[in-house]
T-cell receptor, first 112, second 113 residues
Framework: DAKTTQPPSMDCAEGRAANLPCNHS???????VYWYRQIHSQGPQYIIH???NNETNEMASLIITEDRKSSTLILPHATLRDTAVYYC?????????????FGTGTRLQVTL | DGGITQSPKYLFRKEGQNVTLSCEQN?????MYWYRQDPGQGLRLIYY???????QKGDIAEGYSVSREKKESFPLTVTSAQKNPTAFYLC????????????FGSGTRLTVV
């Protein structure tokens, strides 16, 4: 699986957009980008995933660059409850073998 | 509502004892996974299973064992051979197409005393 690089921490003011970057320069053509978040002492929560096109759901937007070497997760109006560790993961989603490899993620602190 | 249930939430074990962590899902998911998380670290894969009666070692399988006798259940045994078992253990599952990503349980925190 392709390796991902994320900043260790970020701050965001409540109500502002939080933009979390991720580099995945060795991503293969059939690898998807997944984003999860983990609030302290809970299981990770799926946020969004994409292959080539930008994606949006009720939680966030995912912007993937045209060369697919990096992506950005956007939380449009961050709240205090969005404070968590955010993980960017790339993974093939076809075939019989499948596993997610988590790095150390980005710790997002949303402040008043 | 469908989901993954891990029990117990907190578990204490004496050194040298085996202990089994439970993971049950009612999502009709085919694949199930066990991860370990240490403080300030990401998740590391212990074992995973794509179908009933089949499972594969992950990155840190030594000192652990699993079984997959039913689709809904994927228990993890932490054996006395695991040198440093104190950690937060997470179970996950996903459907075959993985369209909606992986669903995680709320975790079991194991402490060896």
């Amino acid at each position: 699986d392709a390796k991902t690089t994320q900043p260790p921490s970020m701050d965001c003011a409540e109500g502002r957009a939080a933009n979390l970057p991720c580099n995945h320069s060795t991503i293969s053509g059939n690898e998807y980008v997944y984003w999860y978040r983990q609030i302290h002492s809970q299981g990770p929560q799926y946020i969004i995933h994409g292959l080539k096109n930008n994606e949006t759901n009720e939680m966030a937007s995912l912007i993937i660059t045209e060369d697919r070497k990096s992506s950005t997760l956007i939380l449009p109006h961050a709240t205090l409850r969005d404070t968590a560790v955010y993980y960017c993961i790339v993974r093939v989603t076809t075939g019989t073998a499948s596993k997610l490899t988590f790095g150390t993620g980005t710790r997002l602190q949303v402040t008043l | 509502d469908g989901g993954i249930t891990q029990s117990p939430k907190y578990l204490f074990r004496k050194e040298g004892q085996n202990v089994t962590l439970s993971c049950e899902q009612n999502l009709n998911h085919d694949a199930m996974y066990w991860y370990r998380q240490d403080p300030g670290q990401g998740l590391r894969l212990i074992y995973y299973s794509q179908i009933v009666n089949d499972f594969q070692k992950g990155d840190i399988a030594e000192g652990y064992s699993v079984s997959r006798e039913k689709k809904e259940s994927f228990p993890l045994t932490v054996t006395s051979a695991q040198k440093n078992p104190t950690a937060f253990y997470l179970c996950a599952s996903t459907s075959r197409d993985r369209v909606k990503g992986y669903t995680f349980g709320s975790g079991t925190r194991l402490t060896v005393v």
